[in-house]
């Protein structure tokens, strides 16, 4: 299976399936001496890990990480970092069901079409466990951002018709509801939401939002590596993500130029400056605002990075829908076993650690885009 590599410099190559042994990563070119231990990256995955509500599939598993190679006394050697962690409740026969039916929305049809063959215990490689060894790989890449002044946060937007207010819009409150949405009551008013929708036997889709603070001015290579493109890329692999933008995104097709363009001003941001200081930009700049969501170019010009992946509903529902089956006769499905009535919750984890992995591994390439860099690092 070709496709289970991300990154140039800093590379992750994930591997494993929802009902074999087990999944990881190995991280390929971490910079030697950075602190890391397998409680940082257990931190991540705790976030992702089935069975902490009931609008999480009820697969009870720990996934606890053991860090296999690449670390020393603490610190990571520059050689790559592997990690696994271990499947302890498959109960393969919940899904004795998909075997040779396909599961609307789902990859059963495309893997068998593609490869002839597919395992079918759990959707294998299309199950949303393989999302484990993204989540490792990102926990390594913050970490490293960490060292650089950046840091990545993702949080839910909307859940159904329910998205967070701007008004109520309260950061700390993500990590006090289940949802992870910056906002209380619009998480109390989607929690109903997914109520009703688990009783009809449906699922719901959603928005996550993601802000990358602390980015350098001058990240991101042109013309087909922009960053943007990057990230749209890294976000849009994840399963269930149909759509990301950047900065205003679609919004931006129904605006202006004289509104849509971001003022450029001279010397720091005033208390009504409506973005940040550009950081890490020779001259001392800020924008007025960040339609831009940080990119112009494909380059990041030292403001806020933002962007949003829209997920589908889960498509594994209880209720009855049409199919076929392997020898193409019609028939209806109706998916038991353990699924998520929403996989944002857990998505969101997801989109941080690709977008941190991303970010950290442009800020990697970019090292070598000028001449005086490079001989700093030389000392010439
Ligand atoms: C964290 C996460 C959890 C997921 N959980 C489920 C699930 O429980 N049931 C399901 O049918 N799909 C789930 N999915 C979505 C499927 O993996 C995805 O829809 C499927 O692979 C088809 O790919 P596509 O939607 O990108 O076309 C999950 C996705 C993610 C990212």
Redesign the pocket.
Known sequence: MAGSTWGTILTMTTWGESHGSGLGVTVDGCPAGLLLCEDDIQRYLDR?RPGQSRFT?ARQEKDRVELLSGVFEGRTTGTPVSMIVRNTDQRSHDYSAIMDVY?P???DYTFDEKYGFRDYRG?GR??????IGRVAAGAVAAKLLAELGVTVTAYTRRIGPVAVSEERFDLAQASENRLCMPDAEAAAEAEKYLDGMMAAGDSAGGVVECVILGMPAGVGEPVFEKLDARLAHAVMS?????GVEIGDGFAAAQSTGSENNDGFRSGKAGPDGASEEMRGASRQVHKTSNHAGGVLGGISDGDAIILRAA??P???IARPQQTVDRSGRDTEIA?RG???PV?VP??VV?VEAMAAFTVADMMLVNLSSRLDNIKRVYGR
């Open positions: 992702r599939t599961r929305g789902h990859a959707g299309s199950s949303g466990r393989e999302t994840i399963g269930a993500v149909k997920f589908k889960t498509p594994s998916v353990r699924h998520d996989v857990r998505a997801v």
